[in-house]
Nanobody, 124 residues
Framework: QVRLVETGGGLVQPGDSLTLSCAAS????????MGWFRQAPGKEREFVAA????????YYSDSIKGRFTSTRDNAKRTVSLRVNNLNPADTATYYC?????????????????WGQGTQVTVSS
């Protein structure tokens, strides 16, 4: 059974940084593209980042490009999302997702496995 568990969320002030982590189990991690998505209250889930199989290929949403960085550690079966210079618009539940594929995708429908999410709240 595949399980993805996100950690690292919390309540932060504008301008702060966080590192979100996602630990995978039951997954052949090195064969899975990993994605990050977020969903704010009352809004649809949106793409944040995707990381290819080796971590050499990454894609980011234009809305967060330059502030967020995602990396993966295949040996530890984890993927991380470093989020810098947070602002209230970044308030959302952040999800990691996985799919067995050789190609990254920005579409949530492409991902088969999902975590429960971790809440990030940015407020002064």
């Amino acid at each position: 059974q595949v399980r993805l568990v996100e950690t690292g969320g919390g309540l932060v002030q504008p301008g702060d940084s966080l590192t979100l982590s996602c630990a995978a189990s039951g997954l052949l991690f090195s064969a899975a593209v990993m994605g990050w998505f977020r969903q704010a209250p009352g809004k649809e889930r949106e793409f944040v980042a995707a990381v290819g199989l080796t971590g050499d290929t990454t894609y980011y949403s234009d809305s967060i490009k330059g502030r967020f960085t995602s990396t993966r550690d295949n040996a530890k079966r984890t993927v991380s999302l470093r989020v810098n210079n947070l602002n209230p618009a970044d308030t959302a539940t952040y999800y990691c997702a996985a799919v067995y594929s050789a190609r990254t995708s920005r579409a949530s429908s492409s991902y088969k496995y999902w975590g429960q999410g971790t809440q990030v709240t940015v407020s002064s």
